[in-house]
């Protein structure tokens, strides 16, 4: 099977055991996941934000600290931050993309 052609659980396993095994490539995950991820076959979409988590206590806790505030927080904007935000903030992954991405996780569980 070509490099382009390797499956999601391919991809995560060749990902795993590197990460295991090659020191280079287990610091590249802490500095740039998304760099790391590329490096095996797998990209992620644009918009998705990808952090290296060393143990499942700090994974969610970047889930829990990165939700998003009180609604009623949400909805206090001054005139300068609505501005910023008019038209959006660039490109962001489409649905399919986000739930093709999503699937190679699925795929390996």
Do not use: C, Y
């Not at 396993?13 to 760099?35: G, H």
């Not at 060393?54 to 889930?63: F, H, K, L, Q």
């Not at 609505?82 to 660039?90: I, K, R």
């Amino acid at each position: 099977m070509s490099e382009r052609m390797i499956s999601g659980a391919q991809a995560l396993s060749r990902f795993s055991e590197r990460f295991r095994q090659d020191a280079l490539f287990n610091q590249l995950v802490r500095r740039d996941a998304r760099a790391a991820l590329a490096a095996v076959g797998i990209r992620v979409p644009v918009g998705i934000q990808i952090e290296f988590a060393p143990d499942a206590a700090r994974a969610i806790s970047i889930a829990v600290d990165g939700a998003p505030g009180r609604l009623d927080d949400a909805l206090d904007l001054d005139d300068d931050q609505l501005q910023a935000v008019v038209g959006g903030t660039g490109r962001s992954a489409s649905h399919d993309e986000v739930r093709a991405f999503l699937s190679l996780f699925k795929q390996a569980a």
